[in-house]
Every structure is written in C-alpha cells, then in structure tokens.
T-cell receptor
Framework: DIQMTQSPSSLSASVGDRVTITCRAS??????LAWFQQKPGKAPKSLIY???SLQSGVPSKFSGSGSGTDFTLTISSLQPEDFATYYC?????????FGGGTKVEIK | EVQLVESGGGLVQPGGSLRLSCAAS????????IDWVRQAPGKGLEWVGR??????????EYAASVKGRFTISRDDSQNSLYLQMNSLKTEDTAVYYC?????????????WGQGTLITVSS
C-alpha cells in the first residue's frame, strides 16, 4: 500500500500568514492527489484534485502543487475560516490512503 | 443541487450487522463512482471502498480492513447506495461518509454526505 505522510501534524499561524502543508507519498503517484479541509463536527470539503486543480467554488487563496511523491497545499493568506484540519489523499491505486492530517490553529 | 445523505447508523454489538444507505440527488448516479470513507472518533480519514459506475459494471474495491465483511451495492433506479457491514468489530466504530468520486479521467471527490455514526459496542 502507498503511505501518505503529512507534515507538520499541526501548526499555529496568524491571520494573514502564508501557510504551506506538505504531503509525501511512499511511491510515485503521478498527480493522483486530492486535498480536503475538515472543520470540527463537519464532513470534509474538497479543495484540490489532480494535485493542482482547484475545486469549483473554492477560493483561489488555496493552491496545490507537486507530482510524483512530493506535494504541497498552500493557503496564501490565512483567514479565520481557514482554521481547520487538512488531509491529503492519493488515488493512484487501491487501496487509497489519506495522510494523517494537519491541524491549523490560531496563534 | 447535488446532495448525498447517509442513514442507518446506530449502536450494534460486536459480530452484528448493519446496512447503511446513501441517498443521492441532483445528479445522474449511474455516471459516477462512489466511495465510502470513515473516520473513527478523534482520528483521521480512512478509505473503505468504492463502487464504479454503470459503464464500468458497478464493480467494487475494498480496503483490506473490511474486505470480506463489507459489501457495497447500489440501486441507481432508487438513487441509492448501500454499505452492508457484517461481522462488525469495535474498531469499525466511526462516522461513515459516502463521497461522489467522479468518473474515469475526472476524479474530483467533490461532494460528501454529512456522515452517519456507527458504534460497535457490547
């Protein structure tokens, strides 16, 4: 199975900060990577698919990059509504796996 | 408006069975692959399984942790999907989500249900 490793597992940031979250795959997954945002008690929300394609309706402050084994999710200017947990997921081959999550907290 | 609504959750004893439903609306279900994803209390997300679309004969895939115990089925005429869970274990306790994954060449995972909680406990 392909393992997905996210870093950091948590971070503290201030409103207006640029935030970068990293996801590393244990083998080449090409661009088959998605990013999700989850707030407490809510279902995850899709942000990015195919590593860098922005989901419809998602603000352009979110961006994804990378291919192969190394990927990043960037929030260009953190806003109060962005404090949440973020997950990456590969879908290159079965079984799909998620990263462990990155909790973004208010500094 | 695209919607996915799960139901059927509840408390079940270890070794028991439960069937979850996912009601889909606002799109043509037969065109889409649908995934099931779960989240144990306080934990991360875990992919459970997938049903492909009509073009791909509704075939299924499962995570190793549930293979042989869980079965995904669908009734496109009823706009519904099902997750039959047998031989339940305490470690199956989680919120279960159905997810519209997309279709070959265009996987977006764009819509998630609100989730339904399964508690496996004696």
């Amino acid at each position: 199975d392909i393992q997905m490793t996210q870093s950091p597992s948590s971070l503290s940031a201030s409103v207006g900060d640029r935030v970068t979250i990293t996801c590393r795959a244990s083998q080449d997954i090409s661009y088959y990577l998605a990013w999700f945002q989850q707030k407490p008690g809510k279902a995850p929300k899709s942000l990015i698919y195919a590593a860098s394609s922005l989901q419809s309706g998602v603000p352009s402050k979110f961006s994804g990059s990378g291919s192969g084994t190394d990927f990043t999710l960037t929030i260009s200017s953190l806003q109060p509504e962005d404090f949440a947990t973020y997950y990456c997921q590969h879908y290159k081959s079965y079984p799909f796996t998620f990263g462990g999550g990155t909790k973004v907290e208010i500094k | 408006e695209v919607q996915l609504v799960e139901s059927g959750g509840g408390l079940v004893q270890p070794g028991g069975s439960l069937r979850l439903s996912c009601a889909a609306s606002g799109f043509t279900l037969s065109d889409h692959y649908i995934d099931w994803v779960r989240q144990a209390p306080g934990k991360g997300l875990e992919w459970v399984g997938r049903t492909r679309n009509k073009v791909n004969s509704y075939t299924t895939e499962y995570a190793a942790s549930v293979k042989g115990r869980f079965t995904i089925s669908r009734d496109d005429s009823q706009n519904s999907l099902y997750l039959q869970m047998n031989s339940l274990k305490t470690e199956d306790t989680a919120v279960y989500y159905c997810v519209r994954a997309g279709y070959s060449g265009s996987f977006k995972f764009d819509y998630w249900g609100q989730g339904t909680l399964i508690t496996v406990s004696s």
